[in-house]
């Protein structure tokens, strides 16, 4: 649990650039459950089948009955893909800043520190996929839905340029409702950084995967989520940029069935590929493998 934990506070007052390190690799005893009881109740919120929670998180939380995918947490999400014993995380020191002076927005960050154990809305570091080595950064959408601010940017931009650094290809999963409200306009300016960011990572010839949940919206699906070299997505993800409800308003229409759901985007070639979670791991890893180059030792970082 450690290894997700918050940065260290004395660093955060800093001013300079962030630092970035490397974590130690983390403990596959590693119990992220802790707290529930096994023997506890899940409803899919699908079809509202009961199963029990030790059964459901075997399945990766999907439900066995409707196939519908529950969100998971973005350090459950990091089990579920890594080699067991090869994630080590990205150590990225970004002091706070509330440049809105936006009420009570310091005490929510320190309160969702505290009961998610990260540190921000991301987590990112370099692992192992059945093998390969790549970078993968996860959003989490049980910090503040996974928004975008100052630090998500910050975390995203340095997670390509350390892939880069390491010649090794990005992996990113996707789950926000967009830009950071409590940061205003500095949020949306990671829209263009984290794009700036991914240009200048594909033109030094890195690979970037993007792999969109539930949901992807708003400023994160109109920067780095959407200009991927291959965009997996997960069955019935809402991917879109306004909702459904504020469109219908806007152009007093009705949308078409599915709008906005995977399914409907990849018939219309926005997604390459959906993917259920339980085949996340293979694909990813036979991607890595279809892609994987002759990684020059002169680049390459001990890690
Ligand atoms: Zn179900």
């Known amino acids: 649990m450690k290894y997700f934990g918050k940065q260290k506070k004395e660093n955060k007052t800093s001013t300079e650039a962030a630092k970035v390190s490397l ?94 154990g990260l540190d921000e809305g991301v987590v990112s570091g370099v692992c192992e996929i059945k093998g390969y080595k790549t970078v993968v950064a996860v959003m989490a959408s049980e910090f503040l839905m996974g928004s975008m601010g100052i630090a998500v940017g910050e975390k995203i931009t340095r997670t390509f340029e ?32 984290t794009s700036a960011a991914v240009q200048k990572f594909s033109k030094g010839g890195g ?21 991927a070299d291959i965009t997996l997505a997960e069955p019935g993800a809402l991917i879109g940029f306004a909702g459904p409800r504020v469109i219908e308003q806007t152009i007093g229409q009705k949308l078409p069935e599915g709008f906005q759901r995977a399914e409907y985007l990849e018939e219309h070639g926005f997604v390459d590929q959906i993917v259920p979670r339980g085949e996340m791991r293979d694909t990813l890893a036979q991607i890595l493998k279809l892609h994987e180059k002759r990684r020059k030792s002169w680049l390459r970082l001990e890690i």
Do not use: W
């Open 23 to 116: 974590e130690p690799v983390m403990n596959a005893n590693d119990n992220l459950e802790e707290d529930k009881d096994p023997d506890a109740g899940f409803t899919c919120s699908g079809c509202n089948s009961e199963f029990r929670l030790s059964e459901i998180k075997k399945n990766l939380y999907v439900c066995p009955e409707c196939g519908k995918h529950a969100k998971i947490s973005a350090k459950r999400r990091v089990i579920s893909l890594a080699d067991p014993g090869t994630f080590r995380r990205l150590n990225v020191e970004i002091p706070f800043k509330n440049p809105l002076n936006y009420p009570e927005y310091s005490e929510k960050i320190s309160g969702l520190q505290d009961k998610t």
């Open 162 to 193: 350390v892939a880069d650094k390491m010649n090794l290809p990005v992996i990113i999963f996707t789950a926000s409702g967009g830009a950071r409200m409590q940061e205003g306009i500095l949020s949306l300016m990671q829209m263009a950084k």
């Open 207 to 227: 690979l970037f995967v993007a792999c969109l949940t539930h949901p992807t919206t708003g400023g994160v699906s109109a920067s780095f989520a959407t200009l």
